[in-house]
């Protein structure tokens, strides 16, 4: 993100003293992920005036700018999520450097030199400066703290609460989004609030999603791509693009967490096509668009449709107790009357293949499956099969998150075992889980 330095010392003109210079390149290498300038500015300083007695509590202060510039490279990379053992010990963590951070400096703030003149000057300055650091790594040892909290969610066999993780966000934000605003600081706060931005509307935008709400899912998305863009400026990308947003390349500078959340992003954009492919589909080159996606989860239908012969496949949504009336694809006045479905209507395929429809004859078996197997399906990683003997269909049933379910039909008898019908079906459920996404927080990206 480009920072304007020319703002930045706005504030502060009146007492500008020379150590300024060196926090206004130094904070704004942290806001552009620069944070290898950003330690060996630090540092070179550090050399030059350690000597001097009057620097002291400047000498002290760099020596802390400088675990600072370590920190967040360790926190941008991602790697204290997955931590090694050294000599037999795990690595320490990272809101443990964090929290020894805002120990070290809140002694910096009580124990510093009052001296007269202009030392006096340049420790009430510096000491304000450092309470505004303060402020900073106590809000990212708190986002540590969320990051740990995704991490082995990813392994949860049971819904997430997203509510509760967006609550956590909110918080995050009411609690110190004004905590650290002196200008010259204003390089990292930026990058501080777009990032918690960012996992607000990617959070908002699957809680949503979880509701089949179109609108409110579009907006928040639109929202993401907006942010990511912002927070991104300074990141060199790769020519192609996935779903609306560049995926950075690979090289030397781009944090693994950006990395994650654009690709946080283009897998809810992946999975908005699937679950509002009735409302898109009437787009002009749609099929172009969803073969630039993550996951072109129409395609894999598709191609699984084929092989497998199957009579159809299906995503379906349970309505019962939902958050809104039911109203089908496509846009629809706020205010226009729905009745409430009930019966076989209130699970609506909300995609199929081949058939915009599915078979109607065929869906009480599927509602009962649904009904009579609640239980079992509470587990998401369980694939449920039926062999109806009656009309010869076989049926394979999972749920994916919330009220969403996949369901597969076959027109003669299949083996509960055929790993082809397994295997998709587990891989269906496991993109399409938004817990999925929380893996990539503990891996490289």
């Known amino acids: 993100m480009a920072v304007n330095t020319n703002n930045v010392s706005s504030e502060h003109q009146s007492t500008s003293v020379p150590e300024q210079s060196i926090l206004e390149v130094y904070f704004v290498a942290l806001g552009q992920y620069n944070y290898d300038r950003a330690k060996e500015l630090v540092e070179k300083e550090r050399e030059v005036v350690r000597s001097q007695s009057n620097y002291s509590t400047w000498v ?20 204290y999520l997955n931590p090694k053992w050294l000599f037999g010990k795990k690595e320490q963590s990272m809101r443990l450097t964090y929290t020894g951070l805002v120990t070290d400096l809140s ?13 006096q000057q340049i420790n009430s300055f510096l000491s304000h400066i450092c309470k505004q650091i303060h402020n900073f790594c106590e809000a990212r040892a708190e986002t540590v703290e969320f990051y740990d909290k995704l991490c082995p969610m990813v392994n949860q066999r049971t819904d997430v609460d997203y509510g509760e993780l967006l609550s956590i966000v909110d918080r995050l934000t009411a609690t110190h989004g004004d905590h650290f605003h002196h200008p010259l600081l204003s390089p990292i ?14 959070l908002k935008a699957h809680h949503h999603m979880l509701d089949w709400l179109f609108l409110p899912t579009l907006l928040q998305l639109h929202n993401v791509h907006s942010k990511l863009e912002n927070l991104g400026a300074n990141i060199r990308f790769k020519e192609g693009k996935k779903s609306g947003v560049a995926i ?3 090289t030397v500078g781009v944090p693994p967490l950006y990395q994650w959340l654009a690709r946080f992003k283009a897998a809810q954009v992946s999975k908005f096509s699937l679950y509002f492919y009735g409302s898109l589909c009437k787009q002009a080159d749609l099929k172009g668009h969803l073969s630039n996606l993550l996951i072109d989860y129409r395609a894999k239908i598709i191609a699984f449709h084929k092989k497998a012969d199957a009579m159809n496949v299906s995503l379906v949504y349970d309505t019962n107790n939902a958050k809104e009336v039911f109203k089908g694809h496509g846009y629809h006045h706020p205010d226009s009357p729905h009745e409430v479905p009930t019966g076989l209507d209130s699970y609506p395929a909300i995609f199929s293949y081949p058939e915009e429809k599915p078979p109607i004859k065929l869906w009480p078996m599927v509602v009962m499956l649904l009904n009579s197997k ?8 369980r694939v449920i099969y039926s062999f109806d003997k009656t009309q010869s269909m076989t049926y394979f049933v999972t749920r994916l998150e919330g009220r969403f379910s996949l369901v597969v039909i076959f027109n003669f008898k299949k083996s509960e075992r055929d790993s082809y019908i397994k295997l998709f079906m587990q891989e269906m459920n496991l993109n399409l889980r938004g817990s999925n996404m929380f893996a990539g927080l503990g891996q490289k990206s």
Not at 189 to 202: A, G, P, R
Not at 374 to 381: I, M, R
């Open 374 to 381: 609640a239980a079992e399906l509470t587990d998401l990683d």
């Open 248 to 250: 950075p390349s690979k």
């Open 60 to 79: 002290s202060m760099l020596s802390m700018l400088s675990r600072l510039a370590v920190a967040e490279k360790n926190y941008a990379s991602l790697t």
């Open 189 to 202: 706060k930026q990058c501080f609030t777009l990032e918690l931005e960012v996992l607000q509307s990617l």
């Open 107 to 119: 002694s910096f703030e009580i124990n510093g030199p009052g001296q007269p003149g202009a030392v």
